[in-house]
């Protein structure tokens, strides 16, 4: 029998749960029928854990979930969440998640497809080589001392382009131009030092990917122009966070938390919700090393765009690669809204700040913050742009990705007897993996279909669809 | 082994504590590995402490993830024993394993973390039980 969840609808595709029991504050989710109808399926798992999330210390009305919620450890996956520092509001480093700052990174070729297509074989491969991508797959001839990767934590990507890594431009179009302030590297362990020395510029397995794509349709005009997209144009998205490093944080300060907690007083409902007070000891050092960790993913995603330039440019096909924009989608933000400062938890969210926000580059200002959204390796991904909607209902938030409809082990049954990188060459798109059985896993019909979440962000007015890209070579771990 | 469509976790009986603990690792080398090795020459040592059994349990997973993905030591046997009771519960194992080799170990993806979400570690008919849920 199915359990009910009690929920009515506000609008269109937003509905609300009211707060009841232990919930501090309201709950409010975005759907489409169809959406509605996996909430269901699920016995609404993931409503009643941001329903959990409500009943933290210091939320600030309402807690939130996008268009791609999905069940995760404690938080749910697209859940945001703020807290007002000044009112006793917590920080919850199962909010961030394990993979601090995982996001997206798109760049911009100055190419079509057709320039592509005549070496899209050699591209792949120099592709594969150059962006270390399997289990301990390092570049021997770039490595980072400690003392460099303190620097790393602190300033981001900013540091690797003083070292030649990069543009200067490159830091304009990444979110917080890739260094929060708050980062201080003395909060992170020995262990996650290790761990962050081994695995800088290295992509992981998993769902993260290198894609080389084309722009197959322009939604709007306006918006596209702004960030530089025309139809046919080659692009590149790179999906990756902090690594070794990122979890071992969260891992130590979730065990801190949860020995925390009740010195403070905070009730938990589920231990991965561990929290502390913002301002408290334990909040701010959490903060410190969960910022570095951030720098560090940034950092991360700035090295692999300088390999993607060096196989680029090995394939003959020039190093005009531009950073359209590179974003956070978990993470724990300090910002103002409704005209106070609290701290904004996205986990498997993306910031999504509207048009004229002074943080949004000036070349996109008018256009809103551009929102990435990837969807699988077979279908398509999505650019979309920040709203006033955003910026009013969801603390500047909208959606992060397409959430899978099959579990691993699902999928790899769905694969069994198939040779699934023939089958997406078949469909024109190249794979380069180090593991034939992640791309098993990750096969398309392993997602549910990105435009279900786009069609539904776009409707709910929290981000405004401008272009679709088609992939043309994959690259996993 | 657990199969929810977002994370993967696993759960396990066994007669004692120590033997849980080898399921654990058992478990986990599944998750990460087709061809586990079941013999190597290399020894490691592996200390650890928590306040209690479910989060040394997490700590354990971790402590293994650690040393596959980021030292490159695959531990293929573990001789474990497991000490003290109430406010603090400690780990001792011996580890025989052999380096990562992800294409002969058939390699199948990382693990990011053990979770603390649904997890249980508890004595039940005869033996002990545990449910645990990885972050992939």
């Known amino acids: ?477 | 082994m657990l199969d929810h469509t977002a994370d993967v976790g696993f759960e396990l009986e066994a007669p004692t504590l120590e033997a849980l603990f080898d399921a654990a690792r058992e478990g986990l080398l599944e998750i990460l590995m087709q061809r586990p090795p079941r013999s190597g020459s290399e020894e490691r040592v592996v200390e650890l402490s928590a306040r209690d059994l479910e989060a040394l349990m997490v700590r354990w997973i971790n402590e293994l993830v650690y040393l596959v993905q980021t030292a490159g030591f695959v531990p293929a046997r573990a001789d474990i024993t497991v000490s003290g009771q109430g406010g603090k519960r400690s780990l001792r194992a011996r580890l025989a394993g052999e380096p990562l080799d992800p294409e002969a170990h058939g390699w199948l993806g990382e693990v990011k973390s053990a979770t603390f979400h649904g997890l249980c570690v508890e004595a039940g008919d005869g033996g002990w039980r545990a449910r645990v849920i990885l972050d992939v």
């Open chain 1, 1 to 477: 029998m199915g359990v009910t969840m009690n929920f009515e609808q506000v609008s269109g595709y937003k509905y609300r749960i009211p707060r009841t029991g232990k919930m501090r504050t309201d709950a409010v989710f975005y759907a489409s029928e169809e959406i509605l109808k996996d909430l269901a399926a699920e016995n609404y798992a993931s409503l009643r854990q941001i329903c959990n999330v409500a009943t933290l210390t210091g939320i600030v009305e309402p807690a939130l979930t996008m268009p791609d919620i999905h069940w995760g450890y404690g938080f749910p996956i697209g859940g945001v969440a703020a807290f007002d520092p000044d009112e006793g509001g917590v920080v919850s480093p199962g909010g961030v998640g394990f993979d601090i700052n995982c996001g997206v990174r798109l760049l911009t070729a100055p190419l079509g497809r057709e320039d592509i297509a005549r070496r899209s074989k050699e591209l792949a491969d120099a592709l594969y080589g150059a962006v270390p991508s399997g289990v301990g797959s390092v570049r021997k001839d770039v490595r980072f001392g400690r003392k460099d990767l303190r620097q790393i934590m602190e300033r981001g990507p900013e540091w690797l382009v003083g070292r030649g890594y990069g543009r200067e431009e490159d830091l304009e179009y990444i979110e917080s131009r890739g260094r929060l302030p708050d980062a201080d590297p003395d909060h992170v362990s020995d262990r996650a030092y290790e761990r962050g020395l081994k695995q800088l510029g290295t992509l992981g397995s998993g769902n993260h990917f290198l894609e080389v794509q084309y722009v197959d349709e322009i939604y709007d005009e306006e918006a596209a122009g702004a960030y530089g997209l025309s139809e046919g144009q080659v692009t590149v998205l790179i999906h990756t966070g902090s690594r070794g490093l990122g979890h071992q944080v969260c891992q130590e300060y979730v065990e801190l938390f949860l020995e925390a907690a009740p010195e403070y007083g905070i009730e938990l409902v589920d231990r991965q919700l561990a929290a502390a007070p913002i301002e408290s000891p334990e909040g701010r050092a959490y903060l410190g090393a969960m910022s570095a960790a951030a720098n560090f993913a940034f950092a991360n995603r700035q090295l692999i765009t300088h390999f993607t330039r060096e196989a680029f440019e090995s394939a003959g096909l020039g190093d005009g690669l531009r950073v359209l924009y590179d974003l956070a989608h978990n993470n724990a933000k300090f910002e103002e809204h409704g005209g106070r400062k609290v701290l904004v938890h996205r986990k498997g969210a993306t910031r999504a700040f509207g048009p004229g926000n002074p943080e949004v580059p000036a070349r996109y200002r008018s256009a809103g913050q551009p929102v990435l959204v990837p969807g699988d390796m077979g279908r398509y991904s999505f650019v979309l742009a920040g709203t006033e909607g955003s910026m009013r209902e969801t603390f500047g938030s909208s959606a992060h990705g397409a959430g899978r409809k099959l579990s691993r082990k699902k999928a790899k049954k769905a694969a069994k007897g198939r040779n699934i990188i023939r089958e997406m060459e078949r469909l024109g798109i190249l794979v380069r993996a180090a593991s034939r059985a992640t791309v098993d896993e990750e096969m398309s019909e392993a997602y549910k279909d990105a435009a279900g979440v786009v069609e539904a962000t776009h409707a709910a007015g929290i981000g405004r669809k401008v272009a679709r890209l088609r992939p043309l070579i994959v690259v996993k771990g």
